[in-house]
């Protein structure tokens, strides 16, 4: 008698444990999508992907095999993956992951493109993306940059002398155009730090380990 109320509790356990992980993976998650080449992964992405992860349920860093605004990128994305891979382990990020969708895409790799192809894997949930000052300045550069606003959205982070005000503004002249875009300025400031100028730095065998995440 004892030994069937103990199956009988386990069986109880085991239900509400699965129903429970069903209900939470059937919930659509709110999810931020970081693009870049992150070659090398810095403090400056360190700092944004620690507030995305406070304030999104999950992070994806997108690495880009090339970016169709700029110079060919010489590092494969191979090893810029497995450096994005290992830098999330080091420091202990349970919510965010890399990513190579783009990798199952064709050239040019426009972010358009990438935000349908996550929506297509994932129809449930919903995909911010994540862009800097600069991106947003130039943002009528990208294609279909208009789609990429009104039915996914940004969040900006400033950087340097491009100040929160400065992104106001910008965002002001864009909900002028279309007052449905979706545009979150973000207040905290990241490091102004470059990738271009780390990777001379590391061509010049300089010493920035306090510099990488």
């Not at 810095?42 to 880009?64: C, E, M, R």
Request: aromatic share 10%; with cysteine; glycine share 4%.
């Amino acid at each position: 008698m004892i030994f069937v109320s103990i199956i009988l509790l386990i069986i109880i356990f085991v239900l509400i444990v699965y129903f429970g992980m069903k209900s939470y993976t059937d919930k659509p998650q709110n999810i931020a999508v970081y693009s870049g080449s992150f070659n090398p992964l810095h403090i400056g992405h360190k700092a944004i992907v620690d507030n995305l992860s406070k304030k999104f349920d999950l992070v994806y860093l997108v690495v880009t095999p090339q970016n169709p605004l700029k110079d060919t990128i010489k590092v494969p994305i191979e090893e810029r993956l497995e450096a994005v891979d290992d830098a999330l382990i080091r420091n202990g990020y349970w919510n965010v992951v890399p990513s190579d969708v783009e990798t199952t895409l064709l050239p040019p790799y426009y972010t358009i493109n990438t935000l349908r192809k996550l929506k297509e894997n994932e129809p449930k949930n919903n995909f911010t993306l994540v862009i800097g000052a600069d991106c947003l300045a130039d943002i009528k550069e990208w294609n279909s940059y208009q789609k990429i606003l009104e039915d996914f959205g940004v969040i900006v982070f400033p950087r340097g002398e491009r100040d929160v005000e400065y992104l106001i503004n910008l965002k002001n002249s864009l909900l002028k155009e279309n007052p449905n875009y979706k545009i979150e300025i973000e207040t905290v400031k990241t490091p102004n730090i470059s990738s271009t100028e780390l990777r001379i730095a590391i061509k010049n065998g300089e010493d920035i380990s306090n510099l990488l995440m």
